[in-house]
């Protein structure tokens, strides 16, 4: 009997709506049987894949830099665009003179959103790491001097008083001219080509399958976005779940080998033989 293929992706808006296609079986996978989905906030799943704990999962680009003598990138499934990286917010007349000095939350050691801050600001290194729902609220009380927000929050932080010191996305594509890669669906190296190659066409064909039918998904995505207005939500699904989802292709590639790069150089991320690609 072959075991089952382990998942996980996070309750996001954008990775339930990828995945309810997949995990509900109106996407045919003929080879692989899939275990039930493990749903977790992102730095969860990013500690689990140094763990090797799942066979394919959502990963920040951050951690997959750790990890990628173990995981290989899809070309579907991923978190990648322009106008979507991360924002670091402080409360109105916070002096940016000061930032290598404050303290500044970040969402997660391992997200990208803390390698690209890490990037952005190198002589800042006073970090308190925080889940990513928790940051506007400790910037706000003042627990922390500045932070580093991700998901919904970049349409929410003027809720909380808070305003925008730098959109570390916008930062990133001027900078080296891509788009900014948050996060992608990789996969365990071990499973193989054919296995591996199937299930990503199977996650295209969920997204395109979501994108047909996106009212079907919709209670799927309620579910576990119960907190969040409805228009906030569809914005997160407009914003993340974009053509390079449905397949990275020459420039979602480049953008990534980029960051790694950059990661690498920055002595955040390890050095790996050349041998070890992006895909498998």
């Known amino acids: 009997m072959t075991t089952p293929v382990t998942l996980g992706y996070s309750p996001c808006p954008n990775d339930t709506y990828i995945f309810y296609a997949l995990t509900h079986g109106l ?31 959502k990963l920040s680009f951050h951690a997959l830099g750790h990890v990628l003598d173990e995981y290989c990138v899809l070309s579907a499934g991923a978190a990648l665009g322009r106008g979507c990286g991360p924002l670091l917010v402080a409360k109105p007349g916070f002096d940016p003179a000061v930032l290598d000095d404050a303290r500044i939350a970040i969402p997660g050691s391992l997200t ?77 190296r071990s499973l193989g080509k054919e296995r591996i ?13 979501a994108d047909e039918h996106p009212g079907e998904c919709l209670p799927y995505i309620q579910q576990y976005a ?31 080998e980029s960051f790694l790069l950059l990661g690498r150089k920055a002595g955040i991320l390890p050095i790996l033989p050349d041998t070890v690609t992006l895909q498998i």
């Not at 977790?40 to 090797?52: C, F, G, P, Q």
């Not at 970049?154 to 959109?167: N, P």
């Not at 900014?180 to 996969?187: E, Q």
Request: proline share 5%; with cysteine; hydrophobic share 45%.
């Open 27 to 57: 996407i045919p996978l003929p080879d692989v049987q899939l275990a039930a989905p493990l749903l977790e906030d992102v730095e969860t799943l990013n500690s689990w894949a140094v763990e090797k704990k799942l066979d394919i999962t």
């Open 112 to 188: 990208t959103a803390a390698l690209l801050f890490r990037m952005y600001s190198p002589k800042a290194t006073n970090l308190v790491v925080m889940r990513f729902d928790e940051i506007m609220g400790a910037v706000a009380s003042g627990e922390v001097d500045a932070g580093v927000i991700i998901h919904e929050s970049r349409f929410t932080y003027a809720e909380h008083g808070l305003t925008c010191l730098q959109d570390l996305g916008t930062w990133w594509e001027q900078t080296s001219g891509h788009p900014i890669p948050l996060g992608c669906i990789a996969a365990r």
């Open 197 to 209: 190659e199937q299930i990503d066409r199977a996650i295209h064909e969920s997204i395109v399958w």
């Open 226 to 256: 119960q907190e969040m207005d409805q228009q906030v939500m569809q914005n997160h699904i407009d914003l993340y779940v974009n053509q390079f989802s449905k397949n990275l292709g020459p420039e979602g590639m480049a953008a990534i």
